[in-house]
T-cell receptor, first 115, second 114 residues
Framework: AQTVTQSQPEMSVQEAETVTLSCTYD???????LFWYKQPPSRQMILVIR??????QNATENRFSVNFQKAAKSFSLKISDSQLGDAAMYFC????????????FGKGTKLSVKP | EPEVTQTPSHQVTQMGQEVILRCVPI?????FYWYRQILGQKVEFLVS????????KSEIFDDQFSVERPDGSNFTLKIRSTKLEDSAMYFC????????????FGQGTRLTVV
């Protein structure tokens, strides 16, 4: 069975600085997708960024980028120029390329942004 | 922008009572999911639903749970006899085609069993 591990329960960053959230996963599959979701206090899960395992190039979405290391099964999220609105829980998630599209989540990292 | 909507936002129920949580997925989506998040813990997959039947379920999704798409728009999760440990946030999600498309989540229903 696949597992997702986020080893940082809480992180803090100064506004305008850069922060990196860690995620590792375990799978025997070669084809899959990885995601970072943001959960603000409103509780709704919002997709931040996705990465297809077959792509070597790291995904980027504006201030958000990932460092995908397939051999190491590592998928970290870098947030540049952090803003107060980035404060939230961040969940790393895995989805098999087979099956019905369900997501396997890590335990999350609570990010605080200091003004 | 299309969105997944869930009702109610908060439900309080007595232990042993039946509850139905409702979701309206995005209209052209084909795959539907329920997830659960116990307070302070990670989000856990419960069940996926496609073509009017359960396509996959986790070990959490036991005989106390059932899902239904009664009218082509609503997608419901029923808990037959609630237990204290069923208290959690329940999230509905939908995807257009399953594995290679984005999952859109609703805002969740907070279920409190007393």
């Amino acid at each position: 069975a696949q597992t997702v591990t986020q080893s940082q329960p809480e992180m803090s960053v100064q506004e305008a600085e850069t922060v990196t959230l860690s995620c590792t996963y375990d799978t025997s599959e070669s084809d899959y997708y990885l995601f970072w979701y943001k959960q603000p206090p409103s509780r709704q899960m919002i997709l931040v960024i996705r990465q297809e395992a077959y792509k070597q190039q790291n995904a980027t979405e504006n201030r958000f980028s990932v460092n995908f290391q397939k051999a190491a099964k590592s998928f970290s999220l870098k947030i540049s120029d952090s803003q107060l609105g980035d404060a939230a829980m961040y969940f790393c998630a895995y989805r098999s390329a087979r099956g019905q599209g369900n997501l396997i989540f890590g335990k999350g990292t609570k990010l605080s942004v200091k003004p | 922008e299309p969105e997944v909507t869930q009702t109610p936002s908060h439900q309080v129920t007595q232990m042993g009572q039946e509850v139905i949580l409702r979701c309206v997925p995005i209209s052209n989506h084909l795959y539907f999911y329920w997830y659960r998040q116990i307070l302070g813990q990670k989000v856990e997959f419960l069940v996926s639903f496609y073509n009017n039947e359960i396509s996959e379920k986790s070990e959490i999704f036991d005989d106390q749970f059932s899902v239904e798409r009664p009218d082509g728009s609503n997608f419901t999760l029923k808990i037959r006899s609630t237990k204290l440990e069923d208290s959690a946030m329940y999230f509905c999600a939908s995807t257009l085609t399953g594995v290679n498309t984005e999952a859109f989540f609703g805002q969740g229903t907070r279920l409190t069993v007393v």
